[in-house]
């Protein structure tokens, strides 16, 4: 299938066929171990990387497209995070060579610029820090490979109209255009999004609160290149004076992001008439351009209390919505999957007990926390709530002319970044560097020697299985014989190697550039041990490491807990 979507008058997306599955006719109701609900990014990302980890699951999505029917861009931002997933999951390639890769943004008070960043500065990752991507293309890729893996019965046209909790799992009747069925799962995620039916079902409460906040979206080709950055204006003079995103994607289409008022009447905003005279209004009338795609949008944030109920997970928009500052929302659903995908497969094969699957939720519960309050922030500051508010503003927008405290303030981006798990967002690990990275952060995909004399990157290491490394530094003979032994007993969900020297025996990982050690926080000749996560969080960091120590905090990391020891 090509990888374009682009045809003329807009976006055409794939259409796949739906085939009657086997349960409309068996004579009694087949049982599951996975079912997902839904295949938007959270869906599809957590289906992918089961499969990679040799688990068959059964994904019911009630249409038959990627993306929304209408074509929007949606989504558009995939961070270092997603990206470095992506990578283990095989089509970290094609994104690269659709996408848009950049790492500077800037925000704008009429013409002058108050605030500049670059992400390269601090990245070390074979991944840049963002690509731009229309969202339906990244769904796209990972339906492709699904089916390309082969172990996910993906049944389109498939609307879930029934639910009901078992002791062991959940019962779903599904309809389909063939008729109904019921179908029984072990295990049932739900990523179906913000207006999620067996939410509903569960009567689980989501905090709701909506926006004041009005956009209208026009996706623009023009004939004319623009600096690959990704501008956001505070106060945007063709506007108003009101907000408006820049920002390139692929096929040479440009996302403008147009603040509106509170009370706009949202279709005449979204004619392309009108969208075109705002973009006349912002870029010159001499400039030409296509109108590719026009809509409006508005937002809500809203948080379940627990991801988990029973048997039932929740991730992505069914678990916590939030406005799309900072591309929060889709990065989060799929940084879902990434830490529920390993703690489930491990659950299945028996090689983790079933409370591993509580630390999902004890997880990315306050992640989601965390990217609502910073998106709420950015919401607040780009739409102030009332006059003392809209004070605070001018006055920070004023000073980060001057002096560079204030900028940060008008940093309206805030853009998703992987989330440090058992740190208050507050707390010092968060905000400043410590040495190498916390316990529960994760390791950038930085380059390494491989075992087998390959060059490569971390992610090579968490290919094809739910294993856990552990890496150990500093002069430790001594310790030869009882690490061989606990490497051979743990295999199965462990493999140990060795940071640039061979004193145990091990694997010898090397680090010719120094950034796994940079990134770990190694010090010459001091014995440390690090336990890297399925996920490449840090799970563990023990100095003076012996053979009991590493054995019991694989034993905590398998039931979800963090160890921070150091001797």
Same mark, same amino acid.
């Given at each position: 299938?090509?990888?374009?979507?682009?045809q003329?008058?807009?976006?055409?997306l794939p259409?796949?066929?739906f085939?009657?599955?086997?349960d409309?006719?068996?004579?009694?109701v087949?049982?599951y171990?996975v079912?997902?609900?839904?295949?938007?990014?959270?869906g599809?990302?957590?289906?992918?990387?089961?499969?990679e980890?040799?688990?068959?699951?059964?994904v019911?999505?009630?249409?038959?497209?990627?993306?929304?029917?209408?074509a929007?861009?949606?989504g558009i931002?995939y961070?270092?995070?997603t990206?470095?997933?992506?990578?283990?999951?095989?089509i970290?390639?094609?994104?690269?060579?659709?996408?848009?890769v950049w790492?500077?943004g800037?925000?704008?008070a009429?013409?002058?610029v108050v605030?500049?960043?670059d992400?390269?500065?601090?990245?070390?990752s074979r991944?840049?820090?963002f690509?731009?991507?229309?969202q339906f293309y990244?769904?796209?890729?990972?339906v492709?490979r699904?089916?390309?893996?082969? $172990?996910?019965?993906? %049944? @389109?046209k498939?609307?879930v /109209?029934? !639910?009901?909790?078992?002791?062991?799992?959940? *019962?779903?009747e599904?309809?389909t255009?063939a008729g109904?069925?019921?179908?029984?799962?072990?295990?049932?995620?739900d990523?179906?999004?913000?207006?999620?039916?067996?939410?509903?079902?569960l009567r689980l409460?989501?905090?709701q609160? $909506?926006g004041i906040d %009005? @956009?209208?979206?026009?996706? /623009?080709? !023009?004939?004319?290149p623009?600096p690959i950055? *990704?501008w956001?204006?505070?106060?945007a003079p063709f506007?108003?004076?009101?907000?408006v995103w820049q920002h390139?994607?692929?096929?040479?289409?440009?996302r403008?992001?147009?603040?509106m008022?509170p009370?706009?009447d949202?279709?005449?905003?979204?004619?392309?008439?009108v969208?075109a005279?705002? /973009?006349?209004?912002q870029?010159?009338?001499?400039?030409?351009?296509?109108?590719?795609?026009?809509?409006?949008?508005?937002y809500?944030?809203?948080l379940?209390?627990?991801f988990?109920?029973?048997r039932?997970?929740?991730?992505g928009?069914s678990a916590?919505?939030?406005?799309p500052?900072?591309?929060r929302g889709?990065n989060?659903?799929?940084?879902d999957?990434?830490?529920?995908?390993w703690k489930l497969?491990?659950?299945?094969?028996g090689?983790?007990?079933?409370?591993l699957?509580?630390?999902y939720?004890?997880e990315?519960?306050?992640?989601?926390?965390?990217n609502i309050m910073?998106?709420r922030?950015?919401?607040r500051?780009?739409?102030?709530e009332s006059?003392?508010e809209?004070?605070l503003?001018?006055?920070?927008?004023?000073?980060?002319?001057?002096?560079?405290f204030?900028r940060?303030?008008?940093?309206?981006?805030r853009?998703?970044n992987s989330?440090i798990?058992?740190q208050?967002?507050?707390?010092?690990a968060?905000r400043?560097k410590?040495?190498?990275?916390a316990?529960?952060?994760?390791v950038?995909?930085?380059?390494?020697g491989l075992p087998?004399?390959?060059?490569g990157?971390?992610v090579d290491?968490?290919?094809n299985?739910?294993?856990?490394?552990?890496?150990?530094?500093?002069?430790?003979p001594?310790?030869?014989?009882a690490?061989?032994?606990?490497a051979?007993r743990e295999?199965?969900?462990?493999?140990?190697?060795?940071l640039g020297r061979a004193?145990l025996?091990?694997s010898?990982?090397?680090d010719?550039a120094g950034k796994l050690g940079?990134?770990?926080?190694a010090a010459?000749?001091?014995p440390?041990?690090w336990?890297?996560?399925?996920?490449?969080?840090?799970?563990?960091r023990?100095?003076?490491?012996d053979a009991?120590?590493?054995?019991?905090?694989?034993?905590?990391?398998?039931?979800?807990?963090l160890?921070?020891?150091?001797?």
């Open positions: 299938m090509s990888d374009t979507a682009l003329p008058g807009g976006y055409i259409e796949y066929e085939t009657a599955p086997g409309l006719t068996a004579d009694e087949r049982r171990p079912v997902i609900v839904g295949a938007g990014l959270s599809l990302a957590l289906a992918c990387d089961l499969a980890r040799g688990v068959a699951t059964v019911l999505d009630d249409d038959n497209t990627i993306g929304v029917r209408g929007s861009s949606r931002v961070a270092q995070k990206l470095e997933m992506m990578d283990r999951l095989g970290y390639e094609r994104i690269r060579a659709k996408g848009v790492s500077v800037k925000t704008l009429g013409s002058e605030y500049e960043f992400a390269s500065s601090t990245s070390d991944q840049p820090p690509i731009n991507l229309q990244l769904e796209w890729f990972m492709d699904v089916i390309e893996i082969g $172990r996910t019965d993906l %049944r @389109w498939s609307k /109209v029934g !639910f009901e909790t078992l002791a062991d799992g959940a *019962r779903i599904v309809e255009p109904r069925y019921v179908l029984e799962a072990d295990w049932v995620c990523c179906s999004g913000v207006n999620s039916f067996i939410r509903d079902c409460d989501t905090h609160a $909506r %009005r @956009w209208c979206i026009s996706d /623009v080709r !023009f004939k004319e623009l950055e *990704r956001t204006w505070v106060e506007n108003d004076n009101r907000a390139l994607m692929a096929d040479d289409v440009w403008l992001d147009f603040q008022g009370e706009t949202i279709e005449h905003v979204s004619r392309p008439e969208a005279e705002r /973009v006349r209004r870029l010159g009338e001499d400039v030409e351009f296509e109108l590719v795609w026009v809509g409006p949008y508005s809500r944030a809203q379940i209390d627990n988990r109920a029973g039932t997970l929740f991730l928009d916590h919505a939030m406005s500052f900072g591309a889709g989060s659903g799929i940084q999957a990434d830490n529920l995908g497969a491990l659950v299945l094969s090689r983790a007990p079933e409370a699957l509580d630390s939720s004890a990315r519960r306050p992640a989601a926390q965390f910073t998106t922030r950015t919401a500051f780009l739409q102030p006059p003392a809209k004070l503003r001018d006055a920070a927008i004023s000073l980060a002319k001057e002096h560079p204030a940060s303030l008008c940093n309206t981006g853009l998703s989330y798990y058992g208050p967002p507050t707390s010092r968060q400043h410590v040495r190498g990275v316990v529960g952060e994760a950038q995909n930085v380059p390494v087998d004399g390959q060059a990157t971390l290491l968490f290919r299985g739910p294993a856990f490394v552990g890496i150990w530094s500093g002069a430790l001594a310790l030869a014989a690490v061989i032994r606990l051979n295999a199965p969900v462990l493999r140990m190697l060795e004193a025996g091990l010898v990982l090397e010719p940079a990134a770990l926080g010459r000749g001091k440390i041990f336990l890297l996560r399925p996920d490449m969080h840090l799970a563990a023990i100095e003076n490491p009991a120590k590493v054995s019991r905090a694989l034993r905590g990391a398998l039931h979800g807990r160890q921070p020891e150091r001797a």
